[in-house]
């Protein structure tokens, strides 16, 4: 599945170009300030995410 991050400076939404399976933590860098955004993909984002409980786990979305 993919995950949509949500920059803490701009507000800027982008999406993840792959993947995510497992859980990780990855650095990405906003599109829109530059600024580095930490993103934590943890065990119960990915089975809120499967189960689509409607739960939003910020900053990251699942599209
Ligand atoms: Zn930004």
């Known amino acids: ?4 991050v949500t920059c803490e400076c ?3 939404r982008q999406a993840i ?5 497992r859980p990780e933590l990855f ?3 906003c599109h ?8 934590e993909v943890t065990v119960g984002d990915l ?3 499967q189960h689509a409980t409607g739960k ?3 900053p990251v979305a699942w599209v």
């Open 27 to 29: 650095n990405l860098v």
């Open 47 to 49: 089975q809120a995410a």
């Open 10 to 12: 701009c507000g800027h």
């Open 17 to 21: 170009a792959r993947q995510i399976v």
């Open 32 to 39: 829109s300030c530059e600024g580095v955004l930490r993103v």
């Open 56 to 58: 939003k786990t910020q």
């Open 1 to 4: 599945m993919r995950a949509v």
